[in-house]
């Protein structure tokens, strides 16, 4: 039906899997999500203040909606341990009706 919420993911990395899980809690408690998965470590290499370096992190993939996908990634953000986390969401173009409708229900929006 449009209008309904769709499925939407969060993708952000952590420094490692305890702040990974700390953060998909609260945002459980919170609401926020209906899911987190905590991918293993992982090497990243990036550009911060003008230097290239390169580090281990761990992956953290969030399941929401649509319609809490902003205050999701602003949450997320707020109570992240980095000062500048990079933490990006996505509205999703495809899901299983059950992946769908159990996304919708998440803070009783279905």
């Given at each position: 039906m449009a209008?309904?919420?769709?499925?939407a993911l969060?993708?952000?990395?952590?420094?490692?899997?305890?702040?990974?899980?700390?953060?998909?809690?609260?945002?459980?408690?919170?609401?926020?999500?209906?899911?987190?998965?905590?991918?293993?470590?992982?090497?990243?290499?990036?550009?911060?203040?003008?230097?290239?370096?390169?580090?281990?992190?761990?992956?953290?993939?969030?399941?929401?909606?649509?319609?809490?996908?902003?205050?999701?990634?602003?949450?997320?953000?707020?109570?992240?341990?980095?000062?500048?986390?990079?933490?990006?969401?996505?509205?999703?173009?495809?899901?299983?009706?059950?992946?769908?409708g159990w996304?919708?229900?998440?803070?009783?929006?279905?």
């Amino acid at each position: 039906m449009a209008g309904d919420p769709v499925p939407a993911l969060v993708w952000c990395p952590f420094p490692d899997e305890e702040a990974a899980l700390a953060a998909i809690h609260q945002l459980l408690d919170e609401r926020l999500i209906a899911c987190g998965n905590v991918l293993g470590p992982m090497t990243c290499v990036f550009v911060w203040n003008g230097q290239k370096d390169t580090g281990r992190e761990t992956g953290a993939l969030l399941k929401t909606n649509s319609d809490l996908l902003d205050a999701a990634v602003n949450r997320l953000a707020e109570i992240h341990p980095y000062e500048e986390p990079a933490v990006v969401g996505w509205r999703c173009d495809a899901a299983a009706a059950g992946t769908a409708g159990w996304l919708a229900a998440i803070a009783g929006n279905a």
